[in-house]
């Protein structure tokens, strides 16, 4: 039964010109409008990823439109619902009233949300776990990666596979000594520095990411990889490149003043030139 209070209070807040069809139907189409606008970005892939080189980015490329799928559905779905109940129950100079909503319902949506994120979760399960956790190639190219503000410097171990040993205390720019290599440790003699990341196609790379100063980042969009650099850890990354070619390597940690300009090339080349490469670094070294 209404109070007195209840029922004035109807009164007070109905509309006086009896409702307004205008502002709840262009709601309803701007929905509509942005839903197509959206919808149309994806599907006519106006922003096309750089083609992968690597088969697990393939992988990757499957589980991230899986999920585009999944949550585009949803996204389609809530926005229609919305425009069609903005429409639906527009102000018609009725009064509103209040409703408990619907216990079934609510579970419903909640038990298919848990599915569905639950779902994509285990269906990229193996993907991750291939990249980060899958034991290592027997015969990886080892290349260490050290990051600082707000310049790559890559290692490679030379002929004797050895990464010679590194003292912070040494660490010198101006003087030629990027990393600090200790000039007293025999393994660091015949180590190969770089400014550029040179590997072999269809070889299994690992990378050791490391940091000098703040945290800084690892990507490269083809092979759809991104790895933080955090000081005073050796973060390895791995991944085998199929495609021959020159690919950024950016940093994507707002790292500093000079971020916008951290950047590097990652060189995918044949066997003859990785070897030609390396034999030219070490000559003048
Ligand atoms: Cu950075």
Redesign the pocket.
Known sequence: MRTERQAANATRFRSPDGGSVLPAVSLALLLILLVAATAYVFVAHLFPAPPPITSAALLVDHQYDLTLYAVGAAFILAQLGLAYMVFRYRDRGQSAHFTRGHTWMEIAWTVITLATFLGLGIAGNHVWADLEIAPSSSDPIQVEVT????VYTFRYPGPDGKFGRLDANLVSPATGNPLGLDPNDPAGKDDIVASSLTVPVNRPIELLIR?QD????FFVRELRLQQD?VPGMVIPMRFTPDRIGHYEIV??????L??DH?YSMLNVVSTDDYLGFLKKQAASQ
């Open positions: 990051e600082s503000q707000f940091s703040v945290v800084h980042n650099a940093c994507t940690q707002l790292c500093g000079g971020h951290m």
